[in-house]
């Protein structure tokens, strides 16, 4: 699971949890998530506005373990795009069906983001 960090209308931090995957080859700087069909209230999510408004995001994956010696954490710093369909729709659902078996019986309809890498930074002890 990833944090997926974009800015409101407002400038404050919008901080959601995410599943997520990476591209592959040359799209192994483009990381995929989606709005699925567990239930919501909505598909209309304040990440969609938000990334509408203002693409530049952040995503952070980290490990925590009593052993802080195996610590760990991931952030990837890009510019997110949204799709409802075409290549980068197509290409997210697949990458996340192939990730989490929960997507061959939770529907992944729902709009597809698309985050290109500009900035990989990373940390363990």
Partial sequence: MARLATVADDGAPHLVPVVFAVGQGV???RVYTAVDGKPKSTQLLKRLANIAATPRVCLLVD????DWGQLWWVRADGVASVSTAGPDADTGRALLRAKYAQYQS????GPVIAVT?????AWHP
């Avoid at 490990?63 to 009593?66: P, R």
């Avoid at 939770?106 to 309809?109: C, G, M, N």
């Avoid at 890498?117 to 930074?121: A, G, K, Y």
């Fill in 63 to 66: 490990h925590y373990d009593d």
């Fill in 27 to 29: 799209d192994h700087d």
């Fill in 117 to 121: 890498v500009q900035r990989w930074t």
């Fill in 106 to 109: 939770v529907p992944l309809d």
